[in-house]
């Protein structure tokens, strides 16, 4: 009986040590762009991440070497994440760097993607619009964020065509 446990457990060992290399790497974290330990992401609560992508493969094994192996976790904060598409609708539409040369303030512009109002609930839909997503932008007026939206107290508003849904 004694061989047997003995004979089962040395058929097992194997496994078990094969088991415990697959999941002994980390993945790499990057947090708003920045290379970080697993220790530090982990510090980042649920209500501060406004974007979180996954990346494994060779493309992630190319951009951060084989520390990559286990995958790439970018993390966006919702302040980075804002400013991020700020910066980027500044460059791809004049009339928003335009509206936003004026001084306004964030808290007074309402964004709309794809007809859907942004607010602190579905703000990855903001945060989604890239160069790769972004199709147009227009203006809108408040009086139009009234009519349309229901939405009053704000001085502009931004509507974003996106091919994300």
């Known amino acids: 009986m004694r061989f047997n446990r ?22 790499v974290y990057v ?3 920045v290379l970080v330990t697993p220790g530090a992401a982990n510090q980042i609560t649920p209500d501060q991440i ?4 996954i990346a494994k493969g060779r493309k992630a094994v190319l951009l951060y070497g084989a520390q990559a192996e286990n995958g790439v976790i ?11 598409v700020n910066n980027f609708l500044k ?15 964030d808290s007074t512009i309402a964004f709309v993607v794809n007809d859907q ?12 619009v890239d160069e790769k997503t972004f199709r147009t932008l227009e203006l809108v007026p408040a009086k139009e964020l009234e009519q349309k939206y229901q939405l009053t107290g704000k001085k502009a508003g931004v509507r974003i065509t996106s091919s994300e849904d």
Do not use: H
């Not at 970018?74 to 991020?84: N, Q």
């Not at 460059?91 to 303030?105: E, F, H």
């Not at 109002?117 to 989604?128: D, I, P, R, W």
């Open 91 to 105: 460059s791809v539409a004049p009339a928003y760097d335009s509206l936003r040369k004026t001084g306004i303030a």
């Open 74 to 84: 970018y993390m966006e904060t919702k302040a980075f994440a804002r400013k991020r």
């Open 31 to 33: 947090v708003d762009s």
């Open 50 to 53: 406004g974007l979180i992508t």
């Open 117 to 128: 109002l942004v607010g602190e609930k579905n703000e990855a839909l903001l945060f989604t």
């Open 6 to 27: 003995f004979l089962l457990s040395l058929l097992l060992l194997p496994a078990a040590v094969f088991a415990q290399t697959e999941e002994e790497g980390d993945p």
